[in-house]
Nanobody, 122 residues
């Protein structure tokens, strides 16, 4: 399984970005797809998780209402659309796949990880 994130960049506070995670193989339909982020000096933080088969999504409280996770299973791709971005959203964002308990947003539940894409909000 390979996961490749893209779509990060620099944006002003209040702006939007859409991150993309492209997966190799039939991953999106069979695994829980999670989004995590990590800032310098901080631990990895769960952002969102999605089970494409059921359409079930989970979000961290601070992201709910601002971030939306979606999928295109035919393209083996998941997205994280981020609105109303704040400086504290600045982090490296990672895509992950695993047989996870989506509602817990625990990084230890995920077996496969991408290299990440940087988001900077100023």
């Amino acid at each position: 399984v390979q996961l490749v994130e893209s779509g990060g960049g620099s944006v002003q506070a209040g702006g939007s970005l859409r991150l993309t995670c492209a997966a190799s193989g039939d991953v999106v339909s069979n695994y829980c797809m999670g989004w995590f982020r990590q800032s310098p000096g901080k631990g990895r933080e769960g952002v969102a998780a999605l089970y494409a088969g059921s359409g079930s999504t989970s979000y961290a409280d601070s992201m709910r209402g601002r971030f939306t996770s979606s999928d295109d299973s035919a393209k083996n791709t998941v997205y994280l659309h981020m609105d109303s971005l704040k400086p504290e959203d600045t982090a490296m964002y990672y895509c992950a796949a695993g047989f996870a308990r989506a509602w817990l947003l625990l990084d230890s539940d995920y077996d496969y990880w991408g290299e990440g894409t940087q988001v900077t909000v100023s």
